[in-house]
Structure formats: structure tokens, C-alpha cells
């Protein structure tokens, strides 16, 4: 019966959610200071911080949507939904998170504490009526998880380029629109009532449009990631390899390192869109990154180059 119960409360906790929050750890990656132990405790505290608030605001959303969660094919299943949790136990689990998160927040910067403070009441406004309202819902979705990134920054003062943050931005925006467009696909051939009951927003989507959404964010996406890639300042290394690296080749292909992680984000765009339109995944981007073992596998390639990058072949980049 416990072992039951604790597996309901784990469920309740969405563990597979806090993948998101490793976008934190973005600033000091970038920055060339994730070797520092200060910096990166205080990343990992934020780390923890948005783990256990974003664990409060599932709940949240879970105990707003019991009713319309016993309609959807898939959230019928979470325990609220099916009674195996109770809501006064829910709401006493999700007022511990808020509280210690808060207060951890405290002694993080102040600066931290207060983008905590905002993503907590844009979530909760979220969850309780910006969700049924359309495009509304795809932005706030978005708002995230750009600030996730940006809390990265203010915990530990490093910052990332304003060419990152537009990355950030048209990802986060991708990644919306992507879920919502699954979503649609998955209750499709229910009733226009019953669409409108399990969640309104959906009702004034078309596939159309989300298609043109999707679109236009996975070209921003991969846009701007070359930006970032090509106007960052990486001058640390220039290779002396002889015939490998001759003196006639243009300048920018011995100092531009960071450019070859643009193969595996391209890789891993086209994966997951081949993941919402060929498989019908996208509905939560956790699950595809676990289960899909290539996006897996790219998405490890891309971080391998981008440690290998800034922390060994561009030494001054640090």
C-alpha cells in the first residue's frame, strides 16, 4: 500500500518534467564557467529550486483540471484523476514546494527571488485561465522556458548572447506550438464539445495553422543558433596542422569551432519534427527526448561539442 502510494505521489511530482530545468545551466555553460564549484552550486541549488516549484505548479494545474483531466485519453490516468490521491493531500504537498523554493530563493541573489516570484504567479495565472485562451497559451508555454535560462543568469550574474536568448525563444516557441499540435491530433476525432471541455484554447486551433507555427519557429530556431554560433567571440584556438589546416583557408573556418554544433541541432529539429507528424509524439517533449534513442543520442552529441568547444578548443573563450 505504501509502495503504492509513493509511486501515485511520484506521478503527481512529474520527475520526467525536470529535464526542463537543466536550461539553467545555460549560462555558465556558454560562459565558459561551468568548471567554477561556486558558480555551479549556485546553478545547481537553482536547479533544484525550479524542480521542486515547477513539481508545485503540476499540482496545481492537476487539482484546476481534475474534472477535465477524467476526459482526456491520457491525463485520465494521472492520480488525481483516478482517486488515488487526495486533493486536501495535493494541495498540502504543493504549498511545502512553494514555500521552499521561496525560501531557498532567498539566499540564491535577490534577483533570483524575484524571477522566481514572477514565473510562479505566470505559471499559476497559466494554469487557472491563460491556458484556454489561444495563442495566449502557446506564449506562456513558451515564457518557461526562456525563463529558465534567464533565471540561470540571475543566480549567478553570468549571461548568455542576446543571439542564445533568441535561440532560446524561437526553441521554446517550437516546442510549444509542437505540443499543442499533438495534443489537437490526439483528441481529433472527439466531438467539438468534448475538444471544448477538455481544453478550450484547442477549439480555435486548426493542424493548419500549428503546422505554419511550427514552421516558422523551427526555421527561427535553427537561424538564430547559427548566428549564435557564428558571431560568439571564439579566438582562443587557431589549429597549426600543416596541410589539415593551410594558411590560405579563410580565417573563419579555424577560429569558428562552435559552428559544427549546428549538425546535430539541425539533426535534432528534424527528428522531432518527424516525431510529431510520422509518430503523433510531441505532446510532452520529456517523453520524446527519452524515448526517441537517435533525438537521445543527438541531443548528447551536441552537448559533448559544445563542453569540447568552449572548454578545450577555445580555452580564452572562458
Not at 180 to 202: D, M, V
Not at 281 to 307: C, H
Request: aromatic fraction near 16%.
Amino acid at each position: 500500500m505504501r509502495k503504492t502510494k509513493f509511486y501515485s505521489v511520484l506521478k503527481l511530482l512529474r520527475p520526467k518534467q525536470w529535464i526542463k530545468n537543466f536550461a539553467v545551466f545555460a549560462a555558465i555553460v556558454f560562459s565558459g564557467q561551468l568548471l567554477d564549484g561556486n558558480v555551479f552550486f549556485k546553478t545547481l541549488v537553482a536547479f533544484a529550486i525550479f524542480c521542486a516549484l515547477s513539481s508545485a505548479i503540476y499540482i496545481i494545474n492537476d487539482i484546476l483540471d481534475v474534472k477535465k483531466d477524467r476526459l482526456h485519453p491520457f491525463k485520465r490516468f494521472r492520480p488525481l484523476a483516478r482517486g488515488e490521491l487526495s486533493i486536501s493531500f495535493a494541495i498540502l504537498l504543493s504549498a511545502v514546494l512553494i514555500i521552499g523554493s521561496l525560501f531557498t530563493s532567498a539566499f540564491v541573489t535577490l534577483a533570483f527571488l524575484l524571477i522566481v516570484i514572477f514565473y510562479l504567479i505566470l505559471q499559476v495565472s497559466y494554469s487557472a485561465a491563460l491556458k484556454q485562451v489561444a495563442v495566449i497559451d502557446i506564449l506562456m508555454l513558451a515564457a518557461g522556458y526562456i525563463i529558465r535560462v534567464l533565471a540561470g543568469e540571475f543566480a549567478t550574474g553570468y549571461h548568455i548572447s542576446v543571439w542564445l536568448l533568441l535561440t532560446t525563444i524561437s526553441l521554446s516557441l517550437f516546442l510549444a506550438s509542437g505540443k499543442r499540435r499533438q495534443e489537437l491530433t490526439l483528441i481529433s476525432k472527439f466531438p467539438a464539445a468534448q475538444i471544448s471541455a477538455t481544453r478550450k484554447s484547442l477549439s480555435h486551433y486548426s493542424e493548419r495553422l500549428l503546422d505554419v507555427y511550427i514552421g516558422v519557429f523551427a526555421t527561427s530556431t535553427f537561424i538564430t543558433y547559427s548566428f549564435f554560433t557564428f558571431f560568439e567571440d571564439q579566438t582562443g584556438f587557431k589549429p597549426t596542422l600543416g596541410i589539415l589546416f593551410p594558411d590560405y583557408l579563410p580565417t573563419f573556418l579555424t577560429r569558428k569551432w562552435l559552428m559544427i554544433t549546428i549538425l546535430p541541432v539541425v539533426y535534432g529539429l528534424m527528428r522531432y519534427l518527424q516525431d510529431i507528424y510520422e509518430k503523433h509524439e510531441g505532446e510532452s517533449p520529456e517523453k520524446v527526448f527519452l524515448s526517441d534513442r537517435p533525438f537521445f543520442i543527438a541531443i548528447l552529441i551536441w552537448v559533448f561539442l559544445v563542453v569540447f568547444v568552449t572548454y578545450f578548443i577555445n580555452p580564452a573563450y572562458q
